[in-house]
């Protein structure tokens, strides 16, 4: 799987967009682009995922450039509970067990 | 459930002792995986249960570690001899299973397991 870079942390205000970077410059051709969040005190949630086209869902939006080589989950109104570790991995769809392996991610914490 | 269940939410044990960790994964799932997390570390994958295939046993980092998964639904964890270690949160997840596609994991609250 390729490796991902995110920033360590971030601060973002009560009701303002959060926007999360995601270097993945070696990202392969079938390898697609997944965010998981985890809550203090819980097990990880999945959030969104993509290959090569925006996503959005109820809970974000999933912007990845044309390259593919990094890309950026967006919190539209973030909230207190959106307080959280990310996590940005990339990996092929369908691999054999789809299991996860998450590193560092970014710390992003809600301020009022 | 509504959820993955996991007991006991916390174990403290002695170094040497024998425990068992338990995962009730979401009614119908076939697949599920057991993780552990250090603490301020990410996810290490330990094992991975799909159906009636053999379990991916990749993960597991010592021949004290063992899982199974009786009548594709409750699994347990098993570390024998425990060491410090291995004290960590051990966290069980389930999907709907298979390949071919993305299916979304859903984690337990996990079990924090603490060897002094």
């Known amino acids: 799987d390729a490796k991902t870079t995110q920033p360590p942390s971030m601060d973002c205000a009560e009701g303002r967009a959060a926007n999360l970077p995601c270097n993945h410059s070696?990202?392969?051709?079938?390898?697609?682009v997944y965010w998981y969040r985890q809550i203090h005190s819980q097990g990880p949630q999945y959030i969104i995922h993509?290959?090569?086209n925006n996503e959005t869902n109820e809970m974000a939006s999933l912007i990845i450039t044309e390259d593919r080589k990094s890309s950026t989950l967006i919190l539209p109104h973030a909230t207190l509970r959106d307080t959280a570790v990310y996590y940005c991995?990339?990996?092929?769809?369908?691999?054999?067990?789809?299991?996860?392996?998450f590193g560092g991610g970014t710390r992003v914490l809600v301020k009022p | 459930g509504a959820g993955v269940s996991q007991s006991p939410s916390n174990k403290v044990t002695e170094k040497g002792k024998d425990v068992e960790l338990r995962c009730d994964p979401i009614s119908g799932h076939t697949a599920l995986y057991w993780y552990r997390q250090s603490l301020g570390q990410g996810l290490e994958f330990l094992i991975y249960f799909q159906g009636n295939s053999a379990p991916d046993k990749s993960g597991l980092p010592s021949d004290r570690f063992s899982a199974e998964r009786t009548g594709g639904s409750v699994s347990t964890l098993t570390i024998q001899r425990t060491q410090q270690e291995d004290s960590a949160v051990y966290l069980c997840?389930?999907?709907?299973?298979?390949?071919?596609?993305?299916?979304?994991?859903?984690f337990g609250p996990g079990t924090r397991l603490t060897v002094l």
């Open positions: 070696t990202i392969s051709g079938n390898e697609y």
């Open positions: 997840a389930s999907s709907l299973g298979g390949s071919g596609t993305y299916n979304e994991q859903f």
């Open positions: 991995i990339v990996r092929v769809a369908g691999a054999a067990g789809n299991k996860l392996t």
């Open positions: 993509g290959l090569k």
